[in-house]
């Protein structure tokens, strides 16, 4: 067995026996002497026995938007999508929630797939009939402000119901909201009744595979 998976087995026997989620996957790369690679991927990946199912009881699929309200979280929807077009690695996690390990927030900037990420994410939204959407994005990001103006309007030009903010807490909104949640944020997740796994949708609308490291989705 190579190296990830052992460490993989290693990791998901800790975090289902309690120990801190950090902890337990230092602990583990040091002991096989992963590189800070695999500890980030670790980190997006592998969950313990209770968050995954907790999880996967609030996931709901994206047949079943057709008349809800939908809150998407703007930038983490947008750069997992555009991650997926650039041919970087998406992750299919325990949780059944697909994951990029772009890290990249703070510095995010448009790219000239942009566009084209925002098209898919509304080409899904539009097949299964939300019965409005609001995409979050945050503040501090520069140029969200012209962001979420230039997807309000895209909203309108597909015909969706719905609006674009910013805010300067959006894990907090969405937290708070009632909507069906679209992240892939474990700690929105982890604290909202519902939620979706868009990317999935928009993946399989491209006909593009998330890599799956062998022993994951348990």
Same mark, same amino acid.
């Given at each position: 067995?190579?190296?990830?998976?052992?460490?993989?087995?290693?990791?998901?026997?800790?975090?289902?026996?309690?120990?801190?989620?950090?902890?337990?996957?230092?602990?583990?790369?040091?002991?096989?002497?992963?590189?800070?690679?695999?500890?980030?991927?670790?980190?997006?990946?592998?969950?313990?026995?209770?968050?995954?199912?907790?999880?996967?009881?609030?996931?709901?699929?994206? #047949?079943?938007?057709?008349?809800? !309200?939908? *809150?998407?979280?703007?930038?983490?929807?947008?750069?997992? =999508?555009?991650?997926? &077009? %650039?041919?970087?690695?998406?992750?299919?996690?325990?949780?059944?929630?697909?994951?990029?390990?772009?890290?990249?927030?703070?510095?995010?900037?448009?790219?000239?797939?942009?566009?084209?990420?925002?098209?898919?994410?509304?080409?899904?939204?539009?097949?299964?009939?939300?019965?409005?959407?609001?995409?979050?994005?945050?503040?501090?990001?520069?140029?969200?402000?012209?962001?979420?103006?230039?997807? #309000?309007?895209?909203?309108?030009? !597909?015909? *969706?119901?719905?609006?674009?903010?910013?805010?300067?807490? =959006?894990?907090?909104? &969405? %937290?708070?909201?009632?909507?069906?949640?679209?992240?892939?944020?474990?700690?929105?997740?982890?604290?909202?009744?519902?939620?979706?796994?868009?990317?999935?949708?928009?993946?399989?609308?491209?006909?593009?595979?998330?890599?799956?490291?062998?022993?994951?989705?348990?």
């Amino acid at each position: 067995m190579p190296e990830p998976e052992k460490a993989i087995t290693d990791i998901r026997y800790l975090l289902d026996r309690g120990y801190p989620r950090k902890g337990a996957i230092t602990f583990v790369c040091n002991h096989y002497r992963l590189d800070i690679k695999w500890r980030y991927v670790f980190t997006r990946v592998v969950f313990g026995r209770d968050t995954i199912q907790n999880r996967r009881e609030k996931t709901v699929k994206c #047949e079943d938007l057709d008349g809800e !309200v939908v *809150l998407v979280d703007g930038y983490n929807v947008l750069i997992g =999508v555009e991650s997926a &077009l %650039k041919g970087e690695p998406v992750y299919l996690c325990d949780d059944g929630f697909l994951r990029d390990i772009r890290g990249v927030f703070r510095n995010y900037r448009c790219s000239g797939l942009t566009e084209r990420a925002m098209d898919e994410i509304l080409g899904v939204l539009t097949g299964f009939a939300p019965f409005r959407v609001e995409f979050l994005f945050d503040s501090q990001i520069s140029k969200s402000g012209e962001m979420a103006r230039w997807v #309000e309007k895209k909203l309108k030009d !597909v015909g *969706l119901i719905g609006v674009a903010r910013t805010s300067r807490h =959006v894990d907090h909104d &969405l %937290k708070q909201s009632n909507g069906i949640i679209a992240t892939a944020d474990g700690s929105i997740i982890d604290e909202v009744p519902k939620a979706v796994n868009i990317q999935a949708c928009v993946l399989e609308q491209l006909n593009l595979s998330p890599v799956i490291i062998e022993g994951v989705f348990r």
